[in-house]
């Protein structure tokens, strides 16, 4: 077993049992307890387990891990996807670009691009495009959030149901099995809705840490995707689901 599967193995093992020890852990893989520590911080890392003392438990679902630390997290995965779905995307497109920090980093990805036309409710997302003067780049209206920038409320609402886009490009907390696209702040998962609802087109920009978590909120589901971009096979039965309501997988 590589130490890819190795992580994986303990991944389905926490959710399983909700925590596991690292004595456990060393028993069950017939490795050190170093190397189990290694695959826990990694994962712990990666935002897929919470390291505890002595072993680890499942992230809370009723909070997310912090901005700062999801700006870096799987930071090389989220450039290759963006740059993925960057190419997807045509000049003078218009598009929306909800909150995460995925979109920021499709943001970066776009620079290239011409005269685009975006609508967002991410402060750092409208940072990264005023660069282009040959991008239009509107605000969306409403409240704040000061942990990440991102704007949400009835106002952003009423803002994006005036508009109807070319692409929406959409981030999301976790992916169920179930194909339920998860989120931690009902207010966002309102705003996302509006997104992909005036869009002509959805793609959703997610890591394969996504399919490991499980965020209380549901936003939606992937049949209301018409690709997703992504950085791992995901199982068999997400596959199903993206070829059961005809979603493009794009695996960078």
């Excluded at 912090?66 to 870096?72: G, H, L, P």
């Excluded at 394969?208 to 995707?225: A, D, E, M």
Aim: aromatic letters at 6%; charged letters at 20%; glycine letters at 8%.
């Amino acid at each position: 077993m590589n130490p890819q599967q190795r992580q994986d193995s303990i991944v389905d093992l926490v959710r399983r049992q909700g925590y596991a020890s690292i004595e456990q852990l060393t028993e069950h893989f017939a490795v050190t307890p170093q190397t189990i520590r290694r695959d826990l911080n990694r994962l712990s890392g990666e935002g897929q387990l919470r390291r505890v003392h002595g072993g680890a438990g499942l992230e809370s679902s009723t909070v997310n891990t912090a901005y700062a630390m999801r700006k870096t997290l799987n930071l090389e995965a989220k450039q290759r996807i963006a740059a993925l779905l960057a190419r997807h995307i045509p000049d003078h497109a218009s598009l929306f670009i909800n909150i995460g920090t995925s979109n920021e980093v499709v943001a970066e990805a776009l620079l290239d691009h011409h005269g685009l036309e975006v609508i967002t409710n991410n402060l750092n997302v409208a940072a990264i495009l005023q660069r282009k003067e040959d991008f239009n780049v509107i605000i969306a209206g409403g409240q704040v959030r000061s942990r990440d920038g991102g704007i949400i409320g009835e106002a952003t609402i009423d803002f994006i149901n005036q508009f109807k886009v070319d692409f929406g490009i959409i981030g999301i907390s976790g992916i169920d099995e179930d194909g339920s696209l998860l989120e931690f702040d009902y207010q966002e998962v309102r705003v996302a809705q509006a997104i992909i609802q005036n869009s002509r087109q959805v793609y959703l920009a997610a890591d394969h840490s996504k399919f490991q978590r499980n965020p209380v909120v549901r936003q939606g589901n992937l049949s209301q995707l018409d690709a997703l971009f992504t950085d791992r096979q995901p199982s068999e039965r997400i596959l199903q689901l993206l070829q059961a309501h005809d979603v493009t997988l794009h695996l960078a």
